[in-house]
């Protein structure tokens, strides 16, 4: 059973440390081939851990048009831009193929840092007698810095150059909050959608953690201090976690209302059958619950007709925040069982580490491929088990035979939580039809 108000999933384009292209990403995941590697994209030999997930041989001049905009581009727009990019060919949308004006884009971004290189010489022209100087910085900065320089560190630059590529003119946003950006993003393009104001959106992610600028600004709290087999350090819901390791990737989705898909004659890939959010206050003297995921979590189940009695038959698995921090993963998995006891958990992370504001949509990629070969991912680096992290992780090997449904989550050190419900096409209850119409 569906409905022509559905919102489905017609392409998808990522950029990752397992792999660019969503083919090449989920032969890894499926093969548990992990992206983790020493950092080269700067000099990381003072980095107490020098490892990240790194995007290997990534040339964004493939990608990027026209050239010369790489001139206002970070690395997080280009990889965001190549994820679009990617996402529009998979989805067979041609320029021009979908109104202009019914055409949006929404992007979940990081604050993005700016280069060393790029403000060196104007700090060191504000040094006097080995003291900084803000009256020197002030007119210094004017002529050492280019014009367009903010343009590469504005996080709402990557959707307008994805919108002024793909003449995309309809509904335009860039949401920037921490962990929780993509899958915020997912769930308002395809609000919009169902609102009526657009018949295609492209929405996801992006982030570059791997940047001398943001590892000085974010610190090491997070990090694993472990320098032994690299590919083993991130194991979410494992005992021996550590922590984590950064990363950098983006993945972009082409959401479209079925009647617009069907009419096109496009492939469709999954279906969102629902999200929200939610948030916990947080304070210096009140620790964390995590009550923002479980109510996330059960709000998105409600929209869709999914309750607790219909949970063996109707949800397949839930892609976990899963950052392989000691306490974050205890208080996310406690929440998790406490909502959908014992349903399998993948915990992508393990693959390619943290990736910021990219991390929920590459994560929810991996959950629709998934779905599409009747698979819940694994999960890397996972042996012995946490009994204070009591959810049933997915290890070793992809694991078959789940109802064709995938819960994402994400949740931000803020206290905000986001979840978003996706389904193969042809899968998913009344209920969650329902909600749609």
């Known amino acids: 059973m569906t409905s022509s108000r559905d919102i489905v999933i017609t392409g998808i384009g990522v950029v990752s440390p397992i792999g660019i292209g969503s083919d090449a990403f ?16 700067f ?12 995007i290997p041989d990534f040339d964004p001049k493939r990608y990027v048009r026209p050239r010369k905009s790489l001139k206002v581009m970070s690395r997080d727009i280009q990889i965001g831009f190549a994820a679009a990019d990617l996402a529009m060919a998979d989805a067979s949308l041609s320029l021009g193929s979908a109104k202009p004006d019914r055409f949006g884009v929404v992007v979940g971004g990081d604050m993005i840092y700016a280069d060393i290189e790029d403000l060196e010489l104007t700090y060191r022209r504000s040094v006097r007698d080995g003291r900084f100087d803000f009256g020197l910085w002030s007119e210094a900065i ?15 630059m990557t959707a307008s150059h994805i919108a002024i590529a793909h003449d995309a003119r309809g509904p335009n946003n ?11 993003a997912i769930g308002e393009a395809a609000s919009i959608i169902r609102r009526g104001w657009a018949d295609v959106m492209l929405t996801g992610g992006t982030s570059c953690r791997l940047h001398p600028t943001a590892l000085v600004a974010r610190g090491e709290t997070m990090l694993s201090r472990h320098t032994d087999d690299c590919r083993r350090i991130c194991r979410p819901f494992d005992r021996d976690r550590t922590g984590t390791l950064d990363g950098e990737g983006s993945a972009i989705f082409v959401l479209e209302s079925r009647e617009h898909a069907e009419r096109r004659g496009a492939r469709i890939r999954a279906r969102i059958l629902a999200s929200a959010s939610r948030c916990e206050p947080r304070s210096p003297d009140k620790p964390r619950t995590g009550r923002s995921l479980r109510l996330a979590i059960r709000a998105t189940l409600e929209q869709a007709g999914i309750g607790t ?6 949800l397949g698995h839930v892609n976990a925040h899963g950052i392989g921090s000691i306490d974050a993963d205890r208080i996310e998995a406690a929440n998790i069982v406490a909502e959908v006891g014992s349903t399998p958990v993948t915990a992508p992370k393990s693959f390619f580490g943290h990736l910021g504001a990219g991390s929920g949509a590459v994560e929810l990629a991996a959950s629709v491929l998934g779905l599409e070969a009747g698979l819940v991912p694994p999960t890397l680096n996972y042996e012995t088990p946490d009994p204070l992290c009591p959810v049933n992780v997915v290890h070793g090997e992809p694991l078959a035979g789940r109802p064709g449904t995938a819960l994402a989550v994400n949740v931000c050190s803020m206290g905000q939580a986001a979840a978003v419900l996706v389904a193969a096409d042809g899968h998913g209850s009344p209920g969650a039809l329902e909600s749609h119409r």
């Not at 989920?26 to 994209?41: E, F, K, Q, T, Y």
């Not at 030999?45 to 997930?53: D, E, F, I, Q």
């Not at 320089?149 to 996080?155: A, F, Q, R, V």
């Open 142 to 156: 004017q002529e050492e810095v280019h014009p367009l320089w903010l343009l590469k560190h504005l996080p709402n």
């Open 26 to 41: 989920w032969s890894s995941l499926a093969a548990g081939v992990s992206g983790i590697r020493p950092i080269n994209l």
């Open 174 to 184: 860039t949401i920037v909050l921490g962990d929780v950006s993509s899958l915020l």
């Open 309 to 314: 009695e219909k949970l063996d038959v109707s």
């Open 43 to 54: 000099d990381s030999s003072g980095l107490r851990t020098p490892y990240g997930g790194q």
